[in-house]
């Protein structure tokens, strides 16, 4: 059972940076797709990037160029740097896994996704 806690979260201004931290325990090697994703109130639940077994990301549109997502395998430990955030970027964050022999490729597809953390608030101001 893969489980996984993200930490990092809080407010920031517009323009400035985060990062966060994902803590994944249960995880044996590389054997699954990580991402990262978030939620805003009255939006659906949206994939900002994914990193595969080979160390491959693959990130959405809307982030690209901005957000960062980086894999420590010695601390097991997933990361999300973001940069040049907008109000636009405020929602709960999460980190989720899903075995990779189930995706073709690794991306950010929310409901292919089944281990889940807790999520973490970022609030940016403008």
């Known amino acids: 059972q893969v489980q996984l806690v993200e930490s990092g979260g809080g407010s920031v201004q517009a323009g400035g940076s985060l990062s966060l931290s994902c803590a994944i325990s249960?995880?044996?090697?590389?054997?699954?797709?990580i991402g990262w994703f978030r939620k805003a109130p009255g939006k659906e639940r949206e994939g900002l990037g994914a990193?595969?077994?080979?160390?491959?990301?693959n990130y959405a549109d809307s982030v690209k160029g901005r957000f960062t997502i980086s894999l420590n395998n010695a601390k097991n430990t997933l990361y999300l740097q973001m940069n040049s955030l907008k109000p636009e970027d405020t929602a709960t964050y999460y980190c989720a896994a899903v075995d990779r022999m189930y995706m073709h490729i690794c991306v950010p597809l929310p409901d292919q996704y089944n281990y889940w953390g807790q999520g973490t608030q970022v609030t940016v101001s403008s």
């Open positions: 990193i595969d077994i080979d160390g491959s990301r």
């Open positions: 249960g995880y044996t090697g590389r054997s699954h797709c």
